[in-house]
Every structure is written in C-alpha cells, then in structure tokens.
Nanobody, 115 residues
Framework: QVQLVESGGGLVQAGGSLKLSCAAS????????MGWFRQAPGKQRELAAT???????NYAEAVKGRFTISRDSAKNTVYLQMNSLKPEDTAVYYC?????????WGQGTQVTVSS
C-alpha cells in the first residue's frame, strides 16, 4: 500500500509564497502520475496541477503561471511551489497518485491566504 503525507501548508498574505510537499511511502507501479487537488469551503474538489513520469505537467487555468509542480522520483516526493498567492487560493490541498485513476490520496493540508 502507498501512503501520501502532505506538508507545508499554512497562513500567508496575498502575494506571498508557499511550497507544499507530498511524500509517498511505499511504491506502486501504477503511480506514474502525481498531482495536487484543492477544495475550498463549499466548493467541489478541483485539480490544481499534475505531473507524469517523463516530466509532462498540466495546470488549471486559475494557477497557471503562478504554481509549479515538480517531482523527485528518488525521494518519492512531489512538490507544489505556489507564488503570487491570492485569497481565492485558500483551500485544503490534497496530494494524489495513480495511473488511469487517482488511486491514492493524502489527508490534505490547509492553505489560507489573507487579503
């Protein structure tokens, strides 16, 4: 089994930066994709950024140009560098891993951006 543990969330002022980390314990050959999703209060969970083995990345329009996803395969860790944060980025951020479906999910880390 694989466990995903997120860290790095917190409170930041608008315009600031945070870097989230997601460490995967255990491996699964189906984990060729890893990603970050977020869920704001009263809203559905949405994709923020994903990356697949080989390096291709995909971003939601709302975060494109401000967020960067990266993966350290040796450490089995995926990161989300978030810059120029806005109050609307406030959400619980979840790490996910899988192949055709998102098989594994972390518990989430809270990111709060104050105006």
């Amino acid at each position: 089994q694989v466990q995903l543990v997120e860290s790095g969330g917190g409170l930041v002022q608008a315009g600031g930066s945070l870097k989230l980390s997601c460490a995967a314990s255990g491996t699964d050959s189906r984990m060729n994709a890893m990603g970050w999703f977020r869920q704001a209060p009263g809203k559905q969970r949405e994709l923020a950024a994903t990356t697949v083995s080989g390096g291709a990345s995909n971003y939601a329009e709302a975060v494109k140009g401000r967020f960067t996803i990266s993966r350290d395969s040796a450490k089995n860790t995926v990161y989300l560098q978030m810059n120029s944060l806005k109050p609307e980025d406030t959400a619980v951020y979840y790490c996910a891993a899988g192949q055709l479906t998102w098989t594994y999910w972390g518990q989430g880390t809270q990111v709060t951006v104050s105006s």
